[in-house]
């Protein structure tokens, strides 16, 4: 560690400079509005005075370096605000003809795809009753009917789909039945779309023949090219919930196998000098070409492009560093797609290698084992240790959850999904040949039935995961402040790096202190947007008494989706047998509030009988007295929940307005929050 922090401090790689100047480029151009006119007088001064200190006398250039340096980052922090600029103007245009871009994907109840509307894409989903089969990549089809915007209708603290949508430039959405769109004719791909595509499906048909068991097929189509369509809910969870989430979504591990295959496969080339070139290119072919036939998500992304650095370097026979390498990947990334600095899988990527690449040996030092067997497994520890430490934050701040087992899990799964990710691309090179392919495609068959029995398994102990874990992004600042200054100080003995990691800490309780000391009074009612369940949490203190249809709760899949996030927001995860409040079918009274649910298998009540009603909320698709209710309770709030049908909703709406009473449809406009 201290070879990293002392003698090549961070600091001193150029690289690693212009990439942070970069970020907070983006970050700025993100968060803080800047003109044109400004962000162009900023640029061309800085690049004026960086010009003119280079022009000074040797001993003047000297002491005045740190002006030219300054002013190359403030360059590349206009750089970052102008590509941040650049990647978010999109005109959206919406046409009436459009092109597909894949075949359909099989959704529980339609077909989901992309099509290609101007500069943008239409995420569109057709009816099951529709011809897939006459729909193919080029397709051009003709809508009968308009797009709409993309909404989000998520919980408090759940998955914002629009925001995540608007990154891959997907701004609207559109349900086609077959009525509702004509097809107009064809159009070729270009020839690298065509080529992946059929690349992929070569994959997938290989993988069908050889590999008979449904649920094993899609681990393994999902290990080999992240083609995740087919995967099980419930086993990708456990994956989750056991730490090794990594295996079975393609990363930097996937393509650090193949290029250390790679380098062992053209190892007798080294021979040759003049044959380098040619190895060295074949590499980078057989790298991006597996980068773009998975998808080039921004992990694999980050491990091609880092991976290309170390080939050219080692092929000019340049020194180079690792933490070098990982600055001008993220630069070029950014540079690309500068939006990558919001992806999840881009910041575990670099959180990972970093962690690996600092911690990773000091870790292993720690403890010295004779055994080699035992060394090695040691080894492989640390490597776990070492990425978990820079992750960890992450993990807990985007997904409220830590895996318990991931030490454990990992030991086991990595190996075997390294054995059989090797054996898949020995099955796709000889599955011409079927009396060898047939006894390779059973045995990666059996291997992956072992790897996802001890995964489920391990999942299933009472102890593999701490959930409801709410960290905030202040909080997570304060986990890397710690991290990273204990660390400079375990390297360097320096008192400051010790005293800044114990105000980290103490930042991070004080934080969580404050925020449990504001819920302790907290007293809401949350109906949540579930499509075609009735879900209705009352949040009390640190507890929550759930009301609504108990197949969702049961069910660990629809929970973690529905009402999981939203608990763990308000630090509500205990469930409560009792409240403070009166559950008395069907109210729901508080000291200050009344809740009147309305279900057909409820008796309505006589509302000349009620003194007050605040809160009527509708389930199951009930008949309403919309003209009782406006003549006695003109000031109520109507709730439409989702387990009513969308027509039904818009009938009640177009009623309610009529009659000049508030309304909120959860289908529509996302969960209902009220303060009871």
Known sequence: MATIFKEKSWWQFTLTRITLSLIVGVLLGKYVF??????????SGSIIVWVMVDQLSMIAYFKKRWISGLSILVVFIGVGIRVYQLATKTTIQIKARVILQGIPIKKPNSYQATAAMGETLLLIYFHPSTNIHLLNAGTIIHLHKKPLPIANTSNPGGFNFKEYAASQKIHHQIYLTSKDFSIVGETNLSFSISLLSKAQQYVLKTLEKYIHNPRERSVSEALLIGYKKNLDKELMNAYSNTGVI??????????????????????????????QWLKSSAILFIIWGFTLLTGAGASVLRAAVMFSFLLLGAHQNRPNHIINTLAASAFCLLLYQPLFLWD?????SYAAVIGIVVFAKPIEKWIYIENKIL???WQLSSVTFAAQLLTSPLLLYYFNSFPNLFLFTNFIAVPISGCILYLLIGLLLIAPFSFIAIPIGTLIEWLILQMNSFIQNSATLPFAINEYIQVSLAQTICLYIFIIAWAVWIAQKNRVSFWLGCSGVLFFIAIRSIDLIQLQNQQKLIVYHAPKYTAIDILERLGH????????ERNNILKNNYLSPTRTLYRVGLPLQQTTMMLRAPFVISRNK??????????????YMIPEIDLIIFLGGPSIPFTKIASRFPKTILVFDSSNPLWKIQLWKKEADRLHLRHHSVPEQGAFEYNL
């Open 34 to 43: 800047i003109p044109k006119w400004l962000l162009l007088f900023i640029l």
């Open 246 to 275: 990594h295996i079975i979504a393609i990363s930097g591990l996937h393509l650090g196998m193949i290029y250390a295959l790679l380098r062992w496969l053209f190892k007798p080339m080294n021979r040759l000098k003049k044959m």
């Open 344 to 348: 999840i899988g881009f910041q575990l």
């Open 375 to 377: 060394r090695y497994c």
């Open 545 to 552: 008494r759930y009301l609504g249809d108990r197949a969702l």
């Open 594 to 607: 009344k809740v009147l649910l309305v279900h057909p298998r409820l008796a309505f009540p006589e509302l």
